[in-house]
Structure formats: C-alpha cells, structure tokens
C-alpha cells in the first residue's frame, strides 16, 4: 500500500522559515516525480514545486520560486519542501503527491496523494 505522509507544518511569523517533509512507502519510487501542492481555504489546490525522484530535475510555480526548494534523500525515502520568507498568502495546506513519469503541475495527473500539513503564516 502506497503511503504519503506529510509533516512539518505549523504557524509561523511573516518572514520566518519551515521545512515540510514527505515520507513515502509502500514501493519503489524509481521513475516516479514527487509534487508539492497546496491548497488554502475557498481556493483550488494549486502546483508549488517538482522533482524527479531520481533528481536532476525540479520546476517551481513563479510564486515559489527564489523562495521555496524542492529536494528529495532516496536514502529515507524522503521529500522536502523548504520554505524561505514567508509570506501571510503562503497560508494553505500543504499536500504532496507522486507520479509515474515526468513532474506535472497538473493535480489530475498524479497517482498518489498525502493528507496534507497546514501552514499558517501570521502578519
């Protein structure tokens, strides 16, 4: 059974930093892309950040970038999202997900899904 499992969210200040994670199991991710996605109240889910599992390879949504980094540690089979200068329009659920293939931005095109961590940003 595929598992995603996301954590690392909190409530931060304006300004201040945090570092998701996303423990995966339950296969071999070899071949596989890993999303960040998020998703704040009222809102549609929206694209953050990909990688190639392999590495090699990330793309970031213009919001993200300059700010936010993707990396992955095969060795804990892990995901990363770092978070640099946040901001209060940051505030979401952050979900991240997997797929066969190359990374997307497309939600529709991801086979696997976390639950989420919210993150909250003060002003």
């Known amino acids: 059974q595929v598992q995603l499992v996301e954590s690392g969210g909190g409530l931060v200040q304006a300004g201040g930093s945090l570092r998701l994670s996303c423990a995966v199991s339950?296969?071999?991710?070899?071949?596989?892309?890993m999303g960040w996605f998020r998703q704040a109240p009222g809102k549609e889910r929206e694209f953050v950040a990909s990688m190639r599992w392999s590495g090699g390879w990330t793309y970031y949504a213009d919001s993200a970038k300059g700010r936010f980094t993707i990396s992955g540690d095969n060795a804990k089979n892990t995901v990363y999202l770092g978070m640099n200068s946040l901001k209060p329009e940051d505030t979401a659920v952050y979900y991240c997900?997997?797929?066969?293939?190359?990374?997307?931005?497309?939600?529709?095109?991801?086979?696997?899904w976390g639950q989420g961590t919210q993150v909250t940003v003060s002003s």
């Open positions: 339950g296969r071999t991710f070899s071949g596989y892309s």
């Open positions: 997900a997997a797929r066969y293939g190359l990374g997307s931005r497309k939600t529709n095109e991801y086979d696997y």
